[in-house]
């Protein structure tokens, strides 16, 4: 079936962040070739933070950024203080020179051969390894590059950048999924990749109070405060710190720290879930750490001085010193220290005060008189403590403080928790070998905790009951723990989200910056679980529907919220959390001047994270059961993937025969009479992510009358049926559902051709399964001596339907000539399962016969059909569309909302979600409609249906005539107020 293709929008389309505008002013540009890019917001907040500059009133939005343009930016941005020797052939004094030597100094770029291409474009690969080493960004996976579709163009000494700026979300692919590595990169995405990787930016001396950031900050000049603040990021304190002080004060950091310059860093009253990293050129820093301020890890890759005596509370856990610490940098330790772990070779230390463990795994020189509890030496890194070599006698531990030698210890190990946005966890210390007790579960408004991962892709969680052998860290999961796939700058941070709810529904969650009765926002949602493979465009969201370019596609729910407030609000649902599909959860804004999401905000609910949350049974489909023609095999089809291996005893199946011998009949293999029905066999089978079925071998049924009944008990002896979810959840007993046959054959009444014969419409009387259909040959002619085949191999569109019952099939022949006067179509239709299938159908049986159908187009010309009348009703809050009683008139299916358009005041609605027609009457309700009814002029009120909106609509999208013929459509017929 061809669909058109969207247009490609964007070579990278990238989550936007916004940067507060306390610290990172938005200056509107007076550029001439920005005012309608895409990416205007972030050129002028860009450019109103210095970092960037036009020319000649130009920004280029679209021109390529050379080497040399982006050592400048990145300069702008870390200010740094150091520079190479230019010893570049091809580097003569331009504005970039400086910046480039400086870049290179600072091992941001690098060049070869004697050059360093400052006048070539960056490519996408190149941007990406630059932006990764200038802002330490750190990769969440192994393995995220690998969702380009172009992967493997990605060259070697890239990979690990691209992985990283894909991992943290900072780019993503177009939308064929192609990174495009060898691409050069323009001005505009490096803004925008620029204002998804920084939060905020602190050039100025002062004090900043931004409650919540939710993003990675640089301070890039001295004397700079942070207070009473939550970074749910990195701050990475650059060399433009230079030789000044900055201090943090009751800071909640969920990320690391960088530290390349300042020569005091005060940490108060503060948390560090993640790392401090001090790589200062000249090791001349100090940190201080004072009051409740708890510190995961400092990593030393330079000389420093770390002073936790004013500490209260508060601890630092861990102390490591890289193998990379320059030759001759000295590190001091003043204060009390759980673990201090040295791998740099032949390195001087100063401690004084407590050191609870000591882990030497290269020779160093430790003085000062500190007090050390416990030494773990590695081979070959005997070393002196406080004037005393150690180990002695081949001792593998001993106590440098203590005047007598103590017996042989354990290494001990640091479990560290990173909570991925929730509470701070304290890290633990264990002895090698032993297990530990976890701490108590952290919490995160409006989640769930899902338990401890031992890898970043909460793949594997971990079992208490391992013995710690080494550092390790666990990672929190979350129920819904995504982060949305594109962001749209009217969200407040950290919004949209959605919670599950004590009865499993999903709730939406919104909150907005700045809507007001005078600018209200309208917000339209998607929740999708019943079809996640197909994505949704802003368009299809407002429509309340996904799958435009394969043919509209039916969701679950699609609310819409008018917001006149900066308050939050929450949609509920009745979207239940089952089965093994991921939910995918869409927002699109818009705003009183129209302004609309350019691409969806989409929260994607994952399968794992379902299975966990999932606390619904699995129930038979549609009372799905079926026997077949040998009757010997009843198949029963669940709404929920089963647990195959939890199979029930055949006693736990009951068969009845209502009408020839009431009552149970015999359900083990001891038969006693030949006339007895057994169930001898039973196995189970998922077809689908979301079907599952069991089939029950019988044997004694020699005939079948449409009375047998089949009931379930899950309290029978053995194992119970039950679906996948992490927590299963049995089957609940059952009682005397009707077992039913596949009666094969068409009858004349389920057939139609439209008047021209151009629409075919056919509907047997079952369906194959696993939703394969039928190739057909169509010929056409007065009788079956007389035929013309009709061709078609490009012209014809096939869409079908199946309900276990039932199939059907229409038929558009969109280039073949009118039938001539009594002229008839003789269609020939043939299984066509998918590769590798066989097709079956819902009672198991291969159908390999071939169906010949000769059908004969109707007489009357299809008329255009105006609605009896449109109503609006104020008790039921709902538009009913009254319809002529018209036999031929369909809409299998329901259609799409997005056909109609309510007009009121000379302003449209496109209405959303899906609508029904019964009995010749189409009730619209207020989930349809993005206004709210009862506040209609009804007086100016009027509603069209068009099905030109979208083009090649399927059969069963729209309202039809049975022959599967669109419906012409009305146009701006009034709408009547009835109590």
């Not at 940190?287 to 995961?296: D, V």
């Not at 791998?343 to 290269?362: F, M, P, R, S, Y």
């Not at 299998?892 to 358009?901: P, S």
Request: glycine letters at 8%; proline letters at 4%.
């Amino acid at each position: 079936m061809s669909r058109s293709v969207k247009k490609l929008l964007s070579v990278i389309i990238i989550a936007c962040v916004v940067i507060s505008s306390t610290i990172s002013p938005v200056v509107a540009s007076n550029y001439s070739d920005t005012k309608t890019h895409w990416a205007k917001d972030r050129i002028d907040r860009w450019t109103g933070l210095g970092i960037f500059n036009g020319y000649n009133n130009k920004f280029r939005p679209n021109d390529y950024i050379t080497r040399g343009e982006l050592a400048v930016v990145i300069n702008n941005i870390m200010k740094y203080q150091d520079k190479a020797e230019n010893t570049f052939k091809d580097l003569d004094q331009k504005f970039y020179t400086d910046a480039l030597l400086k870049a290179n100094y600072a091992g941001i770029i690098n060049g070869s051969n004697k050059e360093i291409r400052p006048k070539d474009n960056a490519t996408r690969e190149e941007a990406a390894a630059i932006l990764v080493n200038a802002f330490s960004i750190k990769a969440n996976t192994e393995n995220d590059y690998l969702k380009f579709s172009d992967s493997a163009q990605i060259s070697s000494w890239a990979v690990s950048s691209v992985n990283a700026m894909a991992g943290n979300g900072y780019v993503n692919g177009d939308q064929k999924k192609r990174f495009n590595p060898k691409s050069n990169i323009t001005r505009a995405e490096i803004v925008t990749i620029l204002d998804n990787c920084i939060k905020a930016i602190y050039s100025k001396e002062g004090i900043y109070n931004s409650d919540i950031v939710n993003g990675n900050i640089i301070i890039n000049n001295p004397g700079i405060t942070l207070k009473d603040m939550t970074v749910n990021g990195n701050i990475i304190i650059s060399q433009g710190a230079a030789d000044g002080n900055v201090r943090l004060e009751n800071v909640k950091i969920n990320g690391d720290i960088i530290v390349k310059g300042g020569a005091n860093v005060y940490i108060g009253n503060s948390s560090v879930s993640g790392t401090i990293t001090i790589n200062k050129a000249d090791g001349k820093i100090s940190l201080t750490a004072s009051g409740t301020t708890a510190i995961e890890k400092i990593l030393l890759n330079s000389g420093a001085i770390i002073d936790s005596r004013d500490l209260k509370s508060g601890e630092i856990r861990c102390v490591e010193i890289s193998s990379s610490i320059p030759k001759g940098h000295i590190v001091k330790l003043y204060g009390i220290f759980k673990l201090v772990i040295n791998n740099a070779k032949d390195i001087d230390i100063e401690a004084t005060g407590t050191i609870e463990k000591l882990q030497l795994n290269q020779k160093c020189i430790l003085k000062g008189g500190a007090y050390i509890k416990s030494i773990s030496v590695a081979e070959g890194a005997d070393s002196v403590i406080n004037g005393k070599k150690v180990p002695e006698s081949n001792a593998a531990s001993s106590t440098a403080s203590s005047s007598s030698n103590q017996s042989s210890a354990k290494t001990s190990y640091i479990v560290t928790f990173q909570a991925n946005g929730g509470t701070t966890v304290p890290a633990m210390s264990v002895l090698s070998g032993e297990k530990i007790t976890l701490p108590s579960a952290p919490s995160y408004s409006g989640y769930i905790f899902m338990g401890w991962f031992t890898d970043k892709d909460l793949t594997t969680e971990f079992n208490q009951n391992m013995p710690i052998t080494s550092n390790i860290t666990l990672y929190a999961k979350w129920s819904g723990w995504n982060k949305p796939v594109t962001l749209d700058e009217r969200f407040e941070e950290g919004y949209p989200k959605f919670s599950v709810t004590g009865d499993k529904k999903i709730k939406l969650i919104v909150k907005l910056k700045d809507a007001s009765n005078e600018n209200p926002v309208d917000v339209f949602m998607l929740v999708n679980q019943m079809n996640p493979l197909f994505d949704a465009t802003s368009e299809e969201v407002i429509h309340g529907h996904c799958g435009a370019e394969d043919g509209l596609v039916e969701v679950d729910e699609a609310p819409f919220l008018q917001v006149c407030d900066t308050n939050e609000h929450e949609v509920a649902t009745q979207v239940t959390v089952k089965g093994i599909n991921n939910i995918k959860m869409y927002f699109v804004l818009k705003g009183s001047t129209g302004v609309i999401s350019q691409e969806p905000v989409m929260i994607e609910f994952l399968s794992a994270d379902t299975a966990q949350q999932d606390n619904t049974a699995p129930v038979v489909y549609n009372n799905g059961i079926y026997i077949n023609r040998s009757y010997n095999k009843i198949t029963l089809y669940f709404d929920e993937a089963l647990n195959t291996d939890s199979i029930p005893e055949t006693g736990a199946f009951t068969i009845t025969n209502n009408t020839t011998s009431p009552g149970a009949i015999t359900t083990d293999g001891d038969v006693t009479s030949p006339a007895a029905i057994s169930i001898t066999g039973i196995s189970l089978r998922n077809i689908a992510p979301d079907k599952g079925t069991v089939e029950l071998s019988v044997d004694g049924i020699n005939d079948f009358n449409n009375d047998l009944t089949i009931s379930y008990n899950k309290l029978y002896q053995g194992d119970s049926l039950q679906d996948n979810a992490a927590a299963p959840n049995k089957v609940e007993s059952f009682l005397n559902i009707p077992v039913k046959t596949v009666n094969y054959g068409i009858s004349s009444n389920d057939t139609a051709v439209s008047s021209q014969g151009k629409y075919i419409y056919i509907k047997m009387n079952f369906a194959l399964l696993d939703y394969n259909s039928y190739d057909f040959t169509i010929d056409k002619g007065p009788d079956r001596q007389h035929l013309t085949p009709v061709n078609t191999e490009s012209d014809v569109l096939r869409i079908w339907s199946n309900s276990g019952d039932y199939h059907k099939l229409y038929i558009c022949l969109d280039n073949v000539p009118s039938l001539s006067e009594g002229d008839k179509y003789f269609i020939m239709l043939t299984p066509a399962p998918k590769d590798g299938t066989t097709a079956t159908n819902f009672s198991g049986e291969t159908v390999n016969f071939k169906i010949a159908i000769e059908i004969t187009p109707g007489t009357t010309q299809e008329a255009g059909i105006m609605p009896d009348s449109i109503t609006y009703s104020s008790s039921t809050n709902s538009i009913k569309v009254n319809l002529p009683q018209v036999n031929n008139l369909y809409s299998d299916g329901g259609m799409f909302g997005c056909l109609f358009t309510l007009k009121v005041d000379g302003v449209s609605y496109t209405l959303r979600g899906k609508v029904f027609n019964n009995n010749g009457q189409i009730v619209i309700n207020q989930k349809n409609v993005p206004v709210e009814l009862s506040k209609i002029d009804w007086s100016t009120a009027s509603l069209t249906y068009s099905a030109s909106i979208h083009d090649n609509l399927d059969s069963d999208s729209q309202l039809t005539y049975k022959s599967g013929m669109p419906f012409g459509g009305f146009e701006d017929v009034p709408i009547t107020i009835v109590p």
